[in-house]
């Protein structure tokens, strides 16, 4: 081939578009294997929604099991409902939903009607200290009496427990103790120890899913 033939504008045409072609191709592979590569990862880490809503289950069902573990009294009915209360006070006020649990596990023996000179029912609120704000924060809490409704005694326990999480930088110990009112060491292993108690479960129950 001579020089005026391999120079011709046709033959290099014809030329370029087939470079350009090929180049189209080898991108579009490339991109696809990574597309691919993407997915495959997305489906591995990403968590399904089965997934997520048989851990809520299975918290739920831990928590009843604990609260009927410390009240014989309590039919298993009422306590699937209190556990549903603590699901969703765990999820108005981002406080673990185990923790909600220990501490009426520690603090009322997951009984409702509880009283002491200062506190009542199932988070033992104490209503002279805590008054101003409960009946500020919810609608629903006007009186003492509105306390011993499990719901709003859940809601209202979970809140003040967040409100001293928060103003104490997370640690756990030390909102304990703000909760109780002193410096207690055994009532705050016993919710911690409580607390540890449901994540093994929960840990069991799940592993039996799997």
């Not at 929604?49 to 573990?69: F, P, Q, T």
């Amino acid at each position: 081939m001579d020089r005026k033939t391999f120079g011709s504008p046709l033959v290099f045409a014809i030329m370029a578009a087939f470079v350009l072609v090929l180049c189209f191709a080898v991108q579009a592979r490339a991109e696809g294997e990574r597309l691919d590569k993407l997915q495959v990862q997305a489906s591995r880490t990403k968590p399904s929604k089965k997934n997520h809503v048989d851990a809520r289950r299975i918290k739920k069902g831990v928590i009843a099991e604990r609260l009927r573990k410390s009240n014989a009294e309590l039919d298993s009915a009422k306590a699937a409902v209190w556990a549903n209360y603590i699901m969703d006070a765990s999820d108005e006020f981002g406080v673990d939903p185990f923790m909600i649990s220990a501490i009426i596990v520690k603090e009322s023996g997951a009984q409702s009607n509880v009283r002491s000179r200062t506190s009542h029912g199932l988070m033992q609120i104490n209503w002279k200290a805590h008054r101003t704000g409960l009946t500020s924060s919810f609608s629903g809490i006007d009186s003492r009496t509105d306390i011993y409704d499990p719901k709003k005694n859940i809601l209202a326990g979970t809140y003040i427990f967040s409100c001293y999480l928060r103003s104490s930088g997370g640690d756990v110990q030390k909102a304990l103790k703000r909760y109780v009112g002193g410096n207690a060491p055994r009532y705050v292993s016993g919710v911690i120890n409580c607390r540890k108690e449901l994540d093994t479960r929960f840990a069991q129950h799940i592993n039996k899913v799997n």
